[in-house]
């Protein structure tokens, strides 16, 4: 094993990616492979930070007729949901974990304090950032895209259940165009769904790297090891 490119890293998980084959829900089997690689980079002395999505449980409104702010706020529980799922996976196999929530609930999290997070990493423990920025209005790209930021995080590792950004869906589209490297005003002009608007300006104007790659262990590793997988977005 070769060493690591990054020393500290935030990797963004999509909900739908926990989903699986499942298509909704927590599919253990994928957990179970994330911690896997989680551990990996950990013992390979990568500090490591964590956002999950809430798509496998939750996506916008229900109708036209629920608010909005609500909406969000109930897609942030889903996020914690994962978050807690994923701790006790990584714990399960010996990873020291703490989740620190945008939204207080001090039973099941601790709340999100940015000196206490550098800390945890510093101490080499795995931190999941649960309920997004805990607004509403902000997804939890921009979430991963500002925890990354302020944790000080060399790169976003951003896994999702496909392999790289394309110029369309390539699981309908036959002739979609790959990318392996794209600058941030391209994802923006072309409107490429690799993070939203808010979340890929943000890494624009803070020169923060993106690594866009399927969701499994292998992959993460070589991602920290700093290997061309995926789509890298730079400027």
Not at 7 to 36: C, M, P, T, W, Y
Not at 50 to 56: P, R, S, T, Y
Not at 63 to 80: F, H, K, N, P, Q
Not at 194 to 223: H, R, Y
């Amino acid at each position: 094993m070769s060493m690591p490119k990054y020393k500290r890293v935030l990797l963004k998980i999509s909900g739908e990616a926990l989903a699986g084959s499942n298509k909704f829900g927590i599919n253990s089997d994928v957990v179970s492979e994330i911690a896997q690689g989680i551990k990996v980079i950990n013992e390979m002395d990568v500090q490591v930070a964590v956002v999950v999505g809430g798509g496998n449980f939750w996506r916008g409104r229900t109708s036209e007729g629920m608010d909005r702010a609500t909406a969000d706020y109930i897609g942030m529980l889903a996020t914690v949901m994962n978050s807690m799922a994923l701790q006790d996976t990584l714990e399960d196999i010996g990873v020291q974990t703490r989740v620190q929530t945008g939204i207080e609930m001090r039973q099941v999290a601790e709340p999100y304090i940015r000196r206490k997070a550098v800390r945890h990493l510093e101490k080499g423990r795995v931190v999941i950032f649960g309920a997004g920025t805990g607004n509403p209005y902000f997804s939890t790209d921009t979430a991963a895209a500002l925890r990354a930021l302020e944790m000080d995080a060399e790169v976003i590792l951003l896994a999702k259940n496909v392999d790289a950004v394309y110029d369309k869906d390539p699981k309908v589209h036959a002739d979609a165009q790959k990318f392996t490297q794209l600058s941030y005003m391209e994802v923006i002009k072309r409107e490429l769904k690799v993070m939203d608007s808010t979340a890929t300006s943000l890494c624009m104007d803070n020169n923060i790297p993106i690594k866009v790659f399927e969701l499994n262990t292998e992959n993460i590793i070589k991602a920290v090891e700093g290997e061309n997988i995926g789509t890298t977005v730079e400027r």
